[in-house]
């Protein structure tokens, strides 16, 4: 059982769906090993507040931590390029 609950943005689910299902299935348990509070690649964005990149291949993952509510929203979903635009 995940300690936090996860969530996408709506611009974040549609990215998920075009990715192939090889980097799909990497993301979830990127995703899953991160709500379980184990060690992934994360690192904090410059120049952001609270908010964070996960490094899945050629895939980055932008999320926000909720800890009063013990939630993740991931925010968005792209390639390394255009990720940070």
Same mark, same amino acid.
């Given at each position: 059982?995940?300690?936090?609950?996860? =969530? @996408? *943005? #709506?611009?974040?689910? #549609?990215?998920?769906?075009?990715?192939?299902?090889?980097?799909? *299935?990497?993301?979830?348990?990127?995703? =899953?090993?991160?709500?379980?509070? #184990?060690?992934?690649?994360?690192?904090?964005?410059?120049? =952001? #507040?609270?908010?964070?990149?996960?490094?899945?291949?050629?895939?980055?993952?932008?999320?926000? @931590? @909720?800890?009063?509510?013990? *939630?993740?929203?991931?925010?968005?979903?792209? *390639?390394?390029?255009?990720?940070?635009?």
């Amino acid at each position: 059982m995940a300690i936090c609950e996860v =969530e @996408f *943005s #709506k611009d974040a689910y #549609k990215a998920y769906q075009k990715i192939a299902n090889v980097y799909q *299935s990497k993301i979830d348990i990127v995703i =899953e090993r991160l709500a379980d509070k #184990k060690m992934v690649d994360i690192k904090p964005v410059k120049g =952001e #507040k609270d908010i964070y990149r996960l490094r899945i291949g050629k895939y980055r993952i932008l999320i926000k @931590f @909720f800890y009063n509510i013990k *939630s993740i929203l991931v925010i968005k979903i792209g *390639s390394r390029g255009g990720i940070y635009k």
